[in-house]
């Protein structure tokens, strides 16, 4: 059997992929394979009826799984090592992929003008109107055309609905000292930047997993270390919008404080969503100063805020 062209890839960890496992099927041919990855779910009976539902579709699927649990970065890394494509395409278990996605993502990748793209997110209705304050977050940052995020450069890629050379990842793999949530797919970005062609495109998936704001608070207080250390690898991204208000949070020695009363507000379903969801940017960035600052070898990014 001759390589696929593009190896489709999904890491999964407590989500069900099957109905992006059928949405995959019904699109792929001869060029395409799809590897689905158990990164060792604590449950494991979802694993074996997708591993029937894969032998029973037939086409190029293979369902493989870990002993141990390896993170959003050792999951990529190892679906890479397990790929047999010249071309990987990185995608969410609960992703939604419209009529002729793939077709899509095949054209682009003969078109050779990208060593690696990023082609976006939609929002479903339903997931958006469960969980507004998320949906207005991702449509100030995430849901936005090719356009736009060309404007931002790599720190506007995400690690899903990622296309990418096998070469590109193998040389320039994801950082497993990111651990737990965020900031592992734009510190890949930027690291692949400097080394390969990137690219934004207009092939966007539909993007579900939309989440509470108090899954949302768990997950920037995770992240507020990963954050800290993606600013202190690449000093460069400190323009970032998110990271001056970060940094002048640092200097004003406001962060504390800011994590103790914007969580309440950004709960609060009394405000406007506006409102909650600015409350929300300013506790991620909150957590990212207490981060740095909890670190004297961040001081130089923090201009020296600290005696």
Known sequence: MSAPVLSILVPFHGDDPSALMDALAAQMDGTCELVLFDDCSPDKAPLKALQSRAEALGAAIR?????SNLGRSGARNALCRAARGDWLLYLDADMEVPEGFLARWLDLIRANTFDAAYGGYTLPAEEARLHPVHAALARAGDVISAEERARRGASAFAGS??????SLMTAVPFDENYTGWGWEDVDWAVRASKAA???HVDNPAGHGGLQSVDRLIA???????NYARFLA???????????RLARL???LRLAFAITAITPAMARSSALPVRLRVLALKAYKAACAA???GSDRSEATWLGEVRP
């Open 161 to 166: 609905n990622l296309v990418v050379r096998a």
């Open 233 to 243: 690898r690449h000093p460069e991204q400190a323009t970032l919008p998110g990271a």
């Open 249 to 251: 949070i640092a200097q």
């Open 197 to 199: 062609r990137l690219a």
């Open 63 to 67: 369902v493989v799984s870990s002993k």
């Open 290 to 292: 207490r981060a740095l």
């Open 219 to 225: 997950k920037y207080a995770e992240g507020g270390a």
